[in-house]
């Protein structure tokens, strides 16, 4: 089993920065895929960002040159590093752990972009 914690959401305003941290516990296998998923208010679930085992990364094309994605293997933690905010960021932000075809999620967490 694997366990996801998020961290870092809140509120800012537009322009702000942001980061949420994602601290995975129980069985990990560093070859694994990391990264985040967003579900805005009354939106489907989008990827917003991805990071493999072999520290490979992809981004949405709303999240690339704001957004930068990094991981620890040592710490099991993955972050994401949000800049230059939008409302349209406005989602519960989801930390995602995928490997050997079984996806866990964390709980996620709040991040509200607002004046």
């Known amino acids: 089993q694997v366990q996801l914690v998020e961290s870092g959401g809140g509120l800012v305003q537009p322009g702000g920065s942001l980061r949420l941290s994602c601290a995975a516990s129980?069985?990990?296998?560093?070859?694994?895929?990391m990264g985040w998923f967003r579900q805005p208010p009354g939106k489907e679930r989008e990827l917003v960002a991805a990071?493999?085992?072999?520290?490979?990364?992809s981004y949405a094309t709303s999240a690339k040159d704001r957004f930068t994605i990094s991981r620890d293997k040592d710490k099991n933690t993955v972050y994401l590093q949000m800049n230059d905010l939008k409302p349209e960021d406005t989602a519960v932000y989801y930390c995602?752990?995928?490997?050997?075809?079984?996806?866990?999620w964390g709980q996620g967490t709040q991040v509200t972009v607002s004046s």
């Open positions: 990071v493999t085992g072999t520290s490979d990364t």
């Open positions: 995602y752990y995928r490997t050997y075809g079984e996806t866990y």
């Open positions: 129980g069985s990990i296998f560093v070859l694994g895929t």
